[in-house]
């Protein structure tokens, strides 16, 4: 590898060479990491004995199952991690030993984890073969794509080279307020409009929605090109464009208010709205007017970042049967009742429930007179972003009023409980249900309310990189996880740990654009002819 004079790049550690050209320590290390995968990534259910054991240390008098298990290279001996390893390296004078849950290599000679890019392709390569040979979800029942590493094709290379570069906005400067909290200029906050704080942390969240963000700053919408009245996605062009400009000062989203209020009149003038229904008009704006978007498999950036479905089992308790629907869903609603975790009220959410006989009327037995039924909500395919709503605000006949019963919410979310797969084979026993990590989501954003159902105000916390920061409108303070997580939820967003990916193809609105331009010019070219033609004849 070289650096961007040309010269070969330098890693920190100079024994690295050695290893890699090592073929029998590297084929080793491809095994470890396939171990790994094989013993700790892959989800099971009700596991019984394995035949594979789990590996113990073969340290003298130590025959513990190690946490965190690591493998010399030179000769396969197992060890714990904190000295036996590191002792079995000393005293036999073998260089490397491998981590076995995350491939990370040691070096004796220099104490210390050390890193090689080519290291990191071969553990990648090596574990994500072996996830997509377990992995038996495919919704669409098509094989899953392949991994293929990234390699920029002769356009893109261009423009890496014609690009201008960014000034990096991950620097912290901070400046001491009024409140002696220190605000974060790496971020930017947006001006209340006048009750518009339920429009400023929507607007939040999705600039800090990590799909959303590479969307719009890859310029899959350029707002100088489109031609469409009110566009959505133009404001949230526009938007980005404020966010990530060298302006500190507040943004005030005029325009994008205005776009709303014209296409949501619901939303419209300057009371108090709920932040939930207005995300919800907000991604269907964006669904509306971005491309890619039809009745039919929409591949739109909403659908592909919110977009997932649910699967509702109907077992009718007097024959037995049971009816399967799916539905489409972009956020999930939950009740809170007694709940006082998120998992809590997602267990809830799938557990079985009953149906009164005037609800349900079963078509095996239908016709000897209705029959009780119960019924059950899983998720049947997970969408790379989760937004879940907690049904804080009640209304009845008699009155109108705010729960705020205090839930916690995991920074973590396994969400491999709640799937129609787990529920299906919930009794069976060692049934590998995929990897773990990808039924893993990570939390990135959190909207709060305070205050009561006729008189609140909106507050959020969003995630960048590894930063935690509170938006209060144009207020943006350094904030912390724990502080996130103490904070009162009103929604919350996940995402997606890792991606699933499918075989590369393209677009059917890019096939159909390329296809009409063909077209085009054989029209044009047919006319041309013609005109030479006629002009030959009067000749």
């Given at each position: ?25 590297m ?9 790994g ?17 789990l ?16 493998v ?57 073969a ?34 201008t ?90 325009t ?40 039919i ?5 909403t659908?592909?970042?919110f977009?997932?479905s ?5 077992k ?28 809590g009220?997602?267990?809830r ?9 005037k ?21 049947h ?20 009023r ?14 491999a ?104 010019k ?12 006629g002009?030959?004849?009067?000749l």
């Amino acid at each position: 590898m070289a650096d961007d004079q040309g010269a070969p790049r330098q890693f920190p550690c100079p024994h690295l060479n050695d290893l890699l050209a090592d073929g029998v320590q590297m084929k080793r290390y491809r095994k470890v990491a396939a171990a790994g995968v094989h013993l700790y990534g892959i989800a099971r259910l009700n596991p019984k004995r394995r035949k594979v054991s789990l590996p113990t240390c073969g340290a003298a008098g130590c025959r513990a199952l190690p946490t965190r298990p690591a493998v010399c290279l030179t000769c396969s001996f197992t060890g714990c991690w904190s000295n036996h390893i590191l002792d079995h390296l000393t005293d036999t004078k073998h260089d490397f030993c491998v981590d076995v849950k995350s491939g990370q290599v040691h070096c004796d000679q220099c104490d210390d984890i050390v890193y090689h890019p080519k290291l990191d392709e071969i553990f990648i390569s090596a574990t994500t073969a072996l996830e997509e040979q377990v992995t038996p979800f495919t919704v669409y029942k098509k094989p899953r794509g392949l991994f293929a590493a990234w390699s920029p094709s002769e356009e893109e290379q261009v423009a890496f080279q014609t690009a201008t570069p960014l000034p990096c906005q991950g620097n912290l400067i901070s400046i001491e307020t009024s409140t002696s909290l220190p605000v974060a200029l790496a971020r930017r906050g947006l001006l209340n409009l006048g009750q518009t704080c339920f429009l400023n942390v929507v607007l939040q969240c999705l600039a800090h929605n990590p799909l959303i963000r590479n969307y719009f700053l890859a310029d899959k919408h350029n707002r100088h090109l489109c031609k469409t009245e009110d566009c959505c996605c133009c404001e949230m062009d526009k938007l980005f464009s404020e966010i990530y400009s060298d302006d500190r000062d507040p943004h005030g989203p005029v325009t994008f208010l205005s776009t709303t209020w014209r296409k949501a009149p619901d939303l419209a003038g300057y009371a108090q709205n709920d932040a939930h229904e207005l995300f919800l008009s907000v991604i269907n704006l964006i669904h509306a007017t971005s491309k890619g978007s039809t009745n039919i498999s929409c591949n739109c950036i909403t659908h592909s970042t919110f977009c997932g479905s649910s699967q509702s089992d109907v077992k009718c308790e007097r024959c037995g049967s049971v009816s399967t629907a799916h539905d489409l869903m972009l956020d999930i609603s939950l009740e809170l009742k007694d709940e006082t975790t998120l998992t809590g009220c997602l267990k809830r959410y799938t557990q079985w429930e009953k149906l009164g006989s005037k609800d349900y009327s079963c078509n095996k037995c239908g016709k000897s007179g209705r029959a009780e039924a119960s019924k059950r909500i899983s998720f049947h395919k997970l969408p790379p972003v989760l937004s879940f709503q907690l049904k804080r605000f009640e209304k009845t006949s008699e009155k109108a009023r705010k729960l705020d019963t205090p839930v916690r919410f995991p920074e973590t979310l396994n969400m491999a409980p709640y799937t129609s797969l787990v529920m299906k084979e919930g009794d069976k026993e060692n049934v590998k249900i995929g990897p773990k990590i990808m039924y893993e989501y990570d939390l990135f954003a959190v909207i709060n309310h305070d205050g009561n159902m006729t008189n609140g105000h909106y507050t959020n916390y969003a995630r960048s990189g590894e930063q935690w920061y509170r938006f209060d409108d144009d207020k943006v303070t350094i904030s912390s996880l724990g502080e996130c997580l103490q904070s009162n939820a009103y929604m919350c967003f996940y995402v997606k740990r890792r991606l699933e990916y499918k075989a590369h193809t393209r677009p059917t609105y890019v096939l159909t654009r390329e296809t009409e331009a063909v077209r085009e010019k054989e029209r044009e070219a047919a006319k041309n002819k013609e005109i030479d033609e006629g002009l030959l004849a009067l000749l």
